[in-house]
């Protein structure tokens, strides 16, 4: 089992809807959980980061995390062509050394 | 504020070939990542370091794979002999102390 699975897509939405993505991972250390977008042919950047449990909005994007359950989410509402790209979920924990484990990412298509 | 520069950009060799990829982080980070991120899946730690020193090389192929910092500032990831299973992108990342990590657009690694 991978520490952390992701569903790859791809995943096709009309412009204007609300994405939802998401995470699950076995390892209870994980403390600290990032959502990257990466676009094709180019570096992951970061979107969201978040420590714990709890929910981050910023603009059109929402992170949550579930850690009772081991659960993560990036929402993205009212979603733009430009938003097409693959995105991929990260964590990491104290004492890891800030290494981070990454999800295989969920390739997205916004189309209009 | 520069980001992550790595260069080549693309590379094509034969296997059993040897490469070379070079990074240079955001000035003043201490922290430099090599990840290796094969097609549909997520980046994969390599080595990371800490100025100057190795702090987790855990995941580096070592009878194949070598990496040098050697001023605590670029980096010089190196394979010697190339396999076809080295066929990847390889990024570096760079961070200060905190978890986010910055990435560089990659060197994308085609062994023939």
């Known amino acids: 089992q991978k520490e952390v699975e992701q569903d790859p897509g791809p995943l096709s939405v009309p412009e204007g809807a609300i994405v939802s993505l998401n995470c699950t991972y076995s390892?209870?250390?994980?403390?600290?959980f990032m959502w990257y977008r990466q676009y094709s042919r180019k570096g992951p950047e970061l979107l969201m980061y978040t420590y714990s449990s709890g929910n981050k909005e910023d603009g059109r994007f929402t992170a949550q995390v579930d850690k009772s359950s081991k659960y993560i989410s990036l929402f993205i509402r009212d979603s733009q062509p430009s938003d097409s790209a693959t995105y991929l979920c990260?964590?990491?924990?104290?004492?890891?050394?800030?290494?981070?484990?990454f999800g295989t990412g969920t390739q997205l298509k916004v189309e209009l | 504020e520069a980001g992550v520069a790595q260069s080549p950009r693309y590379k094509i060799i034969e296997k059993r070939q040897s490469v070379a990829f070079w990074c240079n982080p955001i000035s003043g980070h201490a922290t430099l990542y090599w990840y290796q991120q094969i097609l549909g899946q997520g980046p994969k730690l390599l080595i990371q370091f800490q100025n100057n020193g190795v702090v987790d090389d855990s995941q580096l192929p070592k009878d194949r794979f070598s990496a040098e910092r050697l001023k605590g500032v670029d980096s010089t990831l190196k394979i010697q002999p190339a396999k076809l299973e080295d066929s990847a992108v390889y990024l570096c990342?760079?961070?200060?102390?905190?978890?986010?990590?910055?990435f560089g657009p990659g060197t994308r690694l085609l062994v023939l």
């Open positions: 990342a760079s961070s200060l102390l905190s978890q986010t990590q910055y």
């Open positions: 390892n209870s250390a994980f403390q600290y």
């Open positions: 990260a964590m990491s924990f104290t004492g890891g050394g800030n290494k981070l484990t």
